[in-house]
């Protein structure tokens, strides 16, 4: 491939330089990320992150102002997921930016290739630095058959957090000491130092949760993974709890908001069944 030049949406890419040399995220617009909170959906069973992403784009409308290019990301392109009306193209991996928000949200639709997630980590972890964010949340589900027999009574929704995270997060311990009125928790939280044993904390599903939360974990970036257990099938409930979650973690929206869906979702299902079968 040497002396190749690739275009991937408007970045001419020479590949006779190494992927150390490419600039993995492209940021189009001029925003200073410092002192934000980035979301990151992990892409994982049902993709529940991925449609709370798109619960919480469309609820506080953040501004698209770059994108992601990573061997790592299989290759997509479509019309714009959140308006009808618009003529943009969407890529597999974007970024989007809402200053009144201090937030910083990436968008990945397409899966993570395995044997490169660990140089996609590393570059989105170095790339955090580099921006000065402030701590980072991870969006997930996870396989709901794997909870033990104490989890199966307990709450769908789990954090696992940074010391560092909590240290920045103080509504972490009320919602783990949250209680429904029926009597039962509506979430558990689980704070880990950078020691933590991983096979401890089980993410199963999660993609690539635990190896991103354990890159920043130890690099020292607060981070905590939001995750809910789900299976596959109609996922608007489980995105639905956890961008509720969410909003309750960052506070960008009124608690007894109604979430929105984009019109990418219309027809998610197929059409309806003909009156004609009954």
Not at 11 to 32: A, G, W
Request: aromatic fraction near 10%; hydrophobic fraction near 40%; include cysteine.
């Amino acid at each position: 491939m040497n002396g190749m030049n690739v275009f991937v949406r408007g970045l001419q890419i020479d590949t006779r330089y190494s992927l150390q040399d490419i600039d993995m995220i492209h940021i189009q617009e001029n925003v200073n990320l410092k002192g934000c909170t980035l979301i990151f959906p992990s892409v994982s069973v049902g993709n529940a992150a991925q449609l709370a992403v798109d619960l919480l784009i469309t609820k506080i409308k953040p501004q698209k102002v770059g994108l992601i290019w990573h061997p790592a990301i299989m290759p997509l392109v479509g019309g714009d997921p959140y308006s009808l009306n618009e003529t943009a193209l969407t890529t597999s991996a974007e970024v989007f930016y809402s200053g009144q928000w201090k937030l910083v949200i990436f968008q990945i639709r397409s899966p993570i290739m395995q044997e490169a997630s660990q140089d996609f980590v590393d570059r989105i972890t170095e790339w955090i630095k580099e921006n000065y964010i402030d701590k980072i949340v991870i969006l997930s589900g996870i396989f709901d058959y794997t909870r033990n027999d104490s989890e199966i009574a307990g709450p769908s929704v789990k954090f696992v957090a940074s010391r560092t995270f909590r240290e920045k997060c103080d509504v972490l311990q009320r919602l783990g000491d949250q209680t429904a009125t029926s009597g039962y928790q509506t979430c558990s939280v689980v704070i880990c130092d950078g020691s933590q044993d991983p096979k401890k904390i089980s993410m199963y599903g999660g993609g690539i949760s635990w190896k991103f939360f354990n890159a920043c974990n130890v690099g020292g970036i607060p981070a905590v993974v939001l995750m809910k257990y789900c299976s596959e099938g109609d996922n608007i409930p489980d995105a639905i709890l956890l961008c509720t979650h969410l909003n309750t973690l960052l506070n960008f929206a009124p608690s007894d908001c109604n979430w929105e869906s984009p019109p990418s979702w219309t027809g998610m299902f197929g059409n309806p069944p003909q009156h004609g079968l009954y």
